[in-house]
């Protein structure tokens, strides 16, 4: 099965910078996306940036320009370069994956367990 170990949480004032990042281990075949979710207490949980096996990444509108996501295929790890933090960025992140896990099967998701990010003002 696939495990997801997130790190790089913390606290940061706004303006600041954290880099966040997510090791995929376990038993699977292949990885096909991976990235990062987040969600503040009373919000719904939102997509933050994800990148593909194809090395496509998507982003929120609202951290385009400030957040850059990374992969590296070798190790099966990404990394959430965050700048220009702001506030409204406090939030847990979880780290997720969509792997398969034998040649046979369909795509299934995996998650972290999160890690907090606070920006303070």
């Known amino acids: 099965q696939v495990q997801l170990v997130e790190s790089g949480g913390g606290l940061v004032q706004a303006g600041g910078s954290l880099k966040l990042s997510c090791a995929a281990s376990?038993?699977?075949?292949?990885?096909?996306?991976m990235g990062w979710y987040r969600q503040a207490p009373g919000k719904q949980r939102e997509l933050v940036a994800q990148?593909?096996?194809?090395?496509?990444?998507n982003y929120a509108d609202s951290v385009k320009g400030r957040f850059t996501i990374s992969r590296d295929i070798t190790k099966n790890t990404i990394d959430l370069q965050m700048n220009s933090l702001k506030p409204d960025d406090t939030a847990v992140y979880y780290c997720?994956?969509?792997?398969?896990?034998?040649?046979?099967?369909?795509?299934?998701?995996?998650w972290g367990q999160g890690t907090q990010v606070t920006v303070s003002s």
């Open positions: 376990g038993t699977f075949f292949d990885i096909n996306a």
């Open positions: 990148i593909t096996s194809g090395s496509t990444t």
């Open positions: 997720y994956t969509i792997a398969r896990t034998t040649a046979w099967s369909t795509n299934h998701d995996y």
